[in-house]
């Protein structure tokens, strides 16, 4: 089903009970050689179901709802090369590795929280046996997987090889794929944190799936936005309504509200580029009929759904 009004050209897909909204222009043409990222899950580490979550929000969870919710992560696939990079290794890697038409030559990790590297262990010999694989990381996290069980046994047996990376220094896989490490303030007990910089032939990607508030960090969102064609954004909390069981201080995310108010005065094109990512189990925009994702799309940005792709 095509729906078209004076600005835009969508596709609505069905999955499950639910319609997704997805601008055309994300749908990747698999007849086409172009590469490609495709958003693998949108859900903050715990994931949703959430463990021991006796809420609304978990309990009523239909079959197909549960599938459509996944850990944060992206793909970038070329199919000209079959050549495909994973960022993040998170629980659900098994489902979202099927994806994948061959091995991954690269997995990028943010960070050492368990929604983001924790299903590394799946390549280890008690399951998938990998060899070898590409896992680029900043230097803390390299330190952190070097001289801890049981991620230490993943390098010794060769299932994974480390390649540390620097602050803003690129790593060129091809003529037409560049990824570059931008380093974020976030709670960085066991390494630093970082989002990504995905540079294709035609469109650049901007993915950070967690950060402390804008105004700690040393870059200027506004003034990267003008750079990139699609930013995927820390979405953990909708408002502080939604944690008002938690210190707002032990989880320092940039709420949704908070960034749709500080890129307010930025154009509307600008806006349009923001996919919010990254949502707890207890976020309202998970549920694309909730109220929240309605006003989210009413001030112009975008709400990341599994399974979406944009052309690089």
């Known amino acids: 089903m095509i729906l078209r009004d004076k600005t835009v050209i969508l596709k609505v897909l069905l999955i499950g009970c639910?319609?997704?909204?997805i601008p055309i222009d994300?749908?990747?043409?698999?007849?086409?050689?172009?590469?490609?990222?495709?958003?693998?899950?949108?859900v903050q580490d715990g994931g949703s179901p959430h463990m021991a979550c006796e809420k609304k929000c978990c309990k009523t969870l239909t079959v197909f709802q549960r599938e459509a919710r996944k850990v944060t992560a992206l793909a970038?696939?070329?199919?000209?090369?079959?050549?495909?990079?994973?960022?993040?290794?998170?629980?659900?890697i098994i489902s979202?590795?099927?994806?994948?038409?061959?091995?991954?030559?690269?997995?990028?990790?943010?960070h050492a929280h368990m929604g983001h590297y924790s299903g590394l262990l799946q390549l280890g010999r008690e399951a998938l046996g990998a060899k070898n694989i590409s896992v680029h990381v900043m230097p803390r996290m390299a330190a952190f997987l070097n001289d801890n069980g049981p991620?230490?046994?993943?390098?010794?047996?060769?299932?994974?090889?480390l390649f540390p990376m620097a602050q803003n220094e690129s790593v060129n896989f091809t003529s037409e794929i560049?990824?570059?490490?931008?380093?974020?303030?976030?709670?960085?007990?066991?390494?630093?944190?970082?989002?990504?910089?995905i540079q294709g032939p035609n469109k650049t990607v901007l993915?950070?799936?967690d950060i402390d508030k804008w105004s700690k960090w040393s870059e200027n969102l506004k003034a990267i936005l003008e750079t990139v064609d699609y930013a995927f954004l820390d979405a953990t909390f909708f408002d502080q309504e939604e944690i008002n069981y938690r210190p707002l201080e032990e989880i320092p995310h940039p709420l949704v509200k908070e960034t749709v108010?500080?890129?307010n005065p930025v154009s509307q094109e600008l806006k349009n580029k923001v996919y919010f990512i990254h949502m707890n189990h207890t976020n309202p925009l998970l549920d694309p009929k909730s109220k929240a994702t309605q006003w989210v799309l009413s001030q112009g940005f975008h709400i990341a759904r599994k399974g979406q792709q944009f052309k690089l």
């Open 18 to 21: 639910f319609f997704y909204i």
């Open 26 to 42: 994300t749908i990747a043409q698999q007849s086409n050689d172009a590469p490609y990222v495709i958003v693998l899950g949108t």
């Open 76 to 92: 970038v696939v070329e199919p000209k090369s079959d050549f495909n990079l994973l960022f993040e290794a998170t629980p659900d």
């Open 96 to 110: 979202q590795w099927k994806i994948f038409p061959s091995t991954p030559k690269a997995i990028f990790l943010t």
């Open 151 to 161: 991620w230490s046994q993943l390098i010794s047996l060769g299932n994974i090889k």
């Open 178 to 197: 560049i990824i570059t490490p931008l380093i974020v303030p976030h709670r960085d007990e066991f390494s630093e944190t970082v989002g990504y910089r």
């Open 207 to 209: 993915f950070i799936p």
């Open 261 to 263: 108010a500080y890129l």
